[in-house]
């Protein structure tokens, strides 16, 4: 049986170093060799290099697991029962433009079940940090997510669509109705990061649409092992497998779950 535990700790240990690399290479960075890989969305060979070195010191660490990796840089799939999901740089535009929040996003799923995740934000040299059961960590300290129980005192985080604007007008009338009975809400452009941040209790509560495997998977483990709930717009525990995802404390999740109900549908 494998030490998740141990898994975890050596996996923040490539998060790290890939986080490095990437800061090193934005410095430097030349936004005349980026690439239009779909609509709105931004490949460099920075993401494909930086993928490539996370690929690389995985094997050594965990060589009977296969492989889920955004730019697919390799072909080593397996038929174990774990899986490697990787996001070598989420929060490409924000990386090409100078920002500085980006992130490394690493998760193992057991059977398709996420089971452990990391998600270092490079910019703010921070590694959070999960495994199922044991909790979920901010640079080696516990966090959780927060206590909030009405909407009208949460921050709320999300992602605008980029190429898939099927809800477009019921993900803008729910933005709307947050907009009157929040805080706020924030789009950074890392869904890793949103997660990351609804985990530790910087977000009450994170939605979007549109969404990938690598994009959500590090981050689920981190809400659920922080305290928070995690669905899909349908409010069906799969949000790895589906494009929705919606992450909040216990109190906070059935209402947006409720607004987006009414609202998209």
Not at 75 to 95: A, H
Not at 113 to 126: S, T
Not at 217 to 240: C, H, K, Q, W, Y
Request: hydrophobic share 40%; aromatic share 10%.
């Amino acid at each position: 049986m494998i030490d998740l535990s141990v898994l975890t700790e050596k996996a923040s240990l490539v998060a790290k170093e890939a986080g490095t690399y990437l800061r090193i290479r934005q410095r430097t960075f030349d936004r005349s060799v980026v690439e239009l890989k779909s609509m709105n969305a931004l490949v460099s060979d920075v993401d494909r290099s930086t993928e490539e070195l996370i690929v690389q010191k995985l094997m050594e660490v965990f060589p009977e697991a296969g492989f889920l990796t955004e730019e697919e840089t390799t072909t080593q799939k397996t038929d174990s029962e774990y899986t490697w999901v990787i996001d070598p740089l989420d929060g490409t535009t924000n990386f090409v433009h100078g920002l500085p929040i980006y992130s490394v996003s690493i998760a193992l799923l057991r059977e398709g079940w996420p089971v452990l995740g990391v998600v270092y934000e490079a910019g703010m040299d921070e590694c959070f940090t999960a495994y199922e059961g044991g909790g979920a960590f901010l640079n080696g300290k516990r966090i959780s997510t927060t206590t909030s129980e009405r909407l009208e005192d949460t921050l709320l985080a999300t992602g605008f669509p980029y190429y898939n604007f099927s809800k477009l007008q019921g993900f803008q009338d729910t933005l709307s109705h947050m907009y009157q009975h929040t805080r706020g809400v924030r789009r950074i452009g890392t869904a890793a990061v949103d997660l990351a941040y609804t985990a530790c209790g910087r977000f009450d509560g994170y939605f979007e649409y549109g969404l990938s495997p690598w994009d959500v998977a590090a981050g689920v483990v981190l809400v659920r092992e922080a305290g928070g709930i995690v669905t899909d717009f349908s409010n069906n525990n799969v949000p790895v497998a589906s494009e929705s995802i919606i992450a909040a404390n216990k109190s906070i999740h059935p209402l947006v779950y409720t607004i987006i109900e009414q609202k998209i549908g």
